[in-house]
Antibody
């Protein structure tokens, strides 16, 4: 069964860089695009960006200046870096596959990242 | 940026009733619209893609319709497990989500 698992620090200090990794199991990362999506506590969903397995990326224009998504096909992983974080970046961060007709058909369980000193 | 506006914000219904959820786009997204269901503490689940196609394993009571700027998710007869938050999402231009409709038990 295909699984996605987010990992990384649950607490990040303001102005620092948030770093998360998504490990994909039981399916090759090749041939798909892979996204990061976040959800502040009690709020809605926000798409952060996606990376194609070849390495090409597209980012949410509102976050583009602070976001970097990368892929490591040898490890079947992709990663998120979000710089200069503030309390507004506190959220559950999900990784997801842009699969069925380029919609998010597989999701990780999500990981809560809190920005606080 | 394409803005998706969902209505109503909250819908209170009883099991067995019919639910109709709406999603309106600020500009045409053609049929590039999906619906997701999210339960507390869980990741969203894809229900409908390309406006009217059910994803794998989704019961037939869920149906989607619409094109352009106006879309509808219909649940024909509510089961207890259907009470959740529903989001629409477009992929016509980048990716954006609606703000969600909470379907609660009356």
């Amino acid at each position: 069964q295909v699984q996605l698992q987010e990992s990384g620090p649950g607490l990040v200090k303001p102005s620092e860089t948030l770093s998360l990794t998504c490990t994909v199991s039981d399916v090759s990362i090749s041939g798909y695009s892979w996204s990061w999506i976040r959800q502040p506590p009690g709020k809605g969903l926000e798409w952060i960006g996606y990376i194609y397995y070849s390495g090409s990326t597209n980012y949410n224009p509102s976050l583009k200046s602070r976001v970097t998504i990368s892929v490591d096909t040898s490890k079947n992983q992709f990663s998120l870096k979000l710089s200069s974080v503030t309390a507004a970046d506190t959220a559950v961060y999900y990784c997801a596959r842009d699969g069925l007709n380029w919609y998010f058909d597989l999701w990780g369980r999500g990981t809560l990242v809190t920005v606080s000193s | 940026e394409i803005v998706l506006t969902q209505s109503p914000a909250t819908l209170s219904l009883s099991p067995g009733e019919r639910a109709t959820l709406s999603c309106r786009a600020s500009q045409s997204v053609s049929s590039y619209l999906a619906w997701y269901q999210q339960k507390p503490g869980q990741a969203p689940r894809l229900l409908i893609y390309d406006a009217s196609n059910r994803a794998t394993g989704i019961p037939a009571r869920f149906s989607g319709s619409g094109s352009g700027t106006d879309f509808t998710l219909t649940i024909s007869s509510l089961e207890p497990e259907d009470f959740a938050v529903y989001y629409c999402q477009q992929r016509s231009n980048w990716r954006t989500f609606g703000q969600g409709t909470k379907l609660e038990i009356k």
